[in-house]
Nanobody, 127 residues
Framework: QVQLVESGGGLVQPGGSLRLSCAAS????????MGWFRQAPGKEREFVTT????????YYAESAKGRFTISRDNAKNTVYLQMTSLKPEDTAVYYC????????????????????WGQGTQVTVSS
């Protein structure tokens, strides 16, 4: 079992930046593939990005490419989402998710593939 706690959300102006963090409990963080998802009011939860166990492979939704960067620090049990050039349409609750996987080649873009979820952190992009 792993618990995930997101932080770093807030209110930012269009064009601004934020860095979200997701801290995981437990000693097996390096065995988990991690993902970030978001859910805007009235919309379904959508994939943002994912990263393999070692961080060697990352994958982004089209909406995130070139603006968002996922990274992880396995020594700190933390995954990050650096967001730049933020737009009003990025406004959502951002969730991190985790799933234990057997090797470093696994990553997932479907929410249903993840087992553990954080409580979410609100990101609001508005002037």
């Amino acid at each position: 079992q792993v618990q995930l706690v997101e932080s770093g959300g807030g209110l930012v102006q269009p064009g601004g930046s934020l860095r979200l963090s997701c801290a995981a409990s437990g000693r097996t963080f390096s065995s988990y593939v991690m993902g970030w998802f978001r859910q805007a009011p009235g919309k379904e939860r959508e994939f943002v990005t994912t990263i393999t166990r070692s961080g060697g492979i990352t994958y982004y939704a089209e909406s995130a490419k070139g603006r968002f960067t996922i990274s992880r620090d396995n020594a700190k049990n933390t995954v990050y989402l650096q967001m730049t050039s933020l737009k009003p349409e990025d406004t959502a609750v951002y969730y991190c998710a985790a799933r234990s996987v057997p090797s470093d080649t696994y990553y997932y873009i479907n929410a249903a593939s993840y087992v553990y979820w954080g409580q979410g952190t609100q990101v609001t992009v508005s002037s």
